[in-house]
């Protein structure tokens, strides 16, 4: 069975442009987050999605901003890029809204803002 | 302010040994736990987990050890083995409570060397 997939693997942005980046959940799976890992850091909870409801936010600017399908995939937008945002950006799914449960990740897509 | 700490940056073992990765907790909601391993260029793999109900969860040669009192938990890799040389994450979730929606809380990971 595939895996998380999430596209592109790289992207190379400017300052102030817009960016999409793009998550397929395990099959069966309905809830798709989205995390950023920044160097020498954990991975930072930035969205939950549930049933293409938003069912959780972290601490991250309106920037930001995300979706389901129904299909259960997922976007994930930030406009106006800052040099800060360059970061990996991981796309994670599991079974279930609430827990327990294990979050499955994609590769990731690493993003530079120059 | 870090609410999963995991404070020792790297560790480097013999390989056959015990590695002992650790992991402190500040939030006392947290009820649900979880370890990572990451290599480079690829998306953190599932591990082993445990709920705050149990203080042990085994899984081959990976354990995980929660002691709630202290706020402490560890995973030891017996016997240890060059493939497993990674980052290593801890995580932890607050599942039983809906402000949280079971999003992950991560720490800052510790790398782990096997040498052979």
């Known amino acids: 069975d595939a895996g998380v997939t999430q596209s592109p693997t790289h992207l190379i942005k400017t300052r102030g442009q817009h960016v999409t980046l793009r998550c397929s959940p395990i099959?069966?799976?309905?809830?798709v987050s989205w995390y950023q890992q920044v160097l020498g850091q954990g991975p930072q909870f930035i969205f939950q999605?549930?049933?293409?409801?938003?069912?959780g936010r972290g601490n991250f600017p309106d920037r930001f901003s995300a979706r389901q399908f129904p299909n259960y995939s997922s976007e994930l937008n930030v406009n106006a890029l800052l040099l800060g945002d360059s970061a990996l950006y991981l796309c994670?799914?599991?079974?279930?809204?609430?827990?327990?449960?294990?979050?499955?990740f994609g590769p990731g897509t690493r993003l530079t803002v120059t | 302010d870090q609410q999963v700490k995991q404070n020792s940056p790297s560790l480097s073992v013999q390989e056959g040994r015990i590695s002992i990765l650790n992991c402190d907790y500040t939030n006392s909601m947290f009820d649900y736990f979880l370890w990572y391993k990451k290599y480079p260029a690829e998306g953190p793999t599932f591990l082993i987990s445990?709920?705050?109900?149990?203080d042990k969860n085994e899984d081959g040669r990976f354990t995980v050890f929660l002691n709630k009192s202290a706020k402490h938990l560890s995973l030891h890799i017996v016997p240890s083995q060059p493939g497993d040389s990674a980052v290593y994450f801890c995580a932890a979730s607050a599942t039983s409570y809906g402000g949280s929606q079971g999003n992950l809380i991560f720490g800052k990971g510790t790398k782990l060397s096997v040498k052979p």
């Open positions: 994670a799914s599991s079974l279930q809204l609430r827990g327990p449960y294990e979050q499955y």
């Open positions: 099959s069966g799976h309905k809830s």
């Open positions: 445990i709920s705050s109900i149990k």
């Open positions: 999605y549930y049933e293409k409801e938003e069912r």
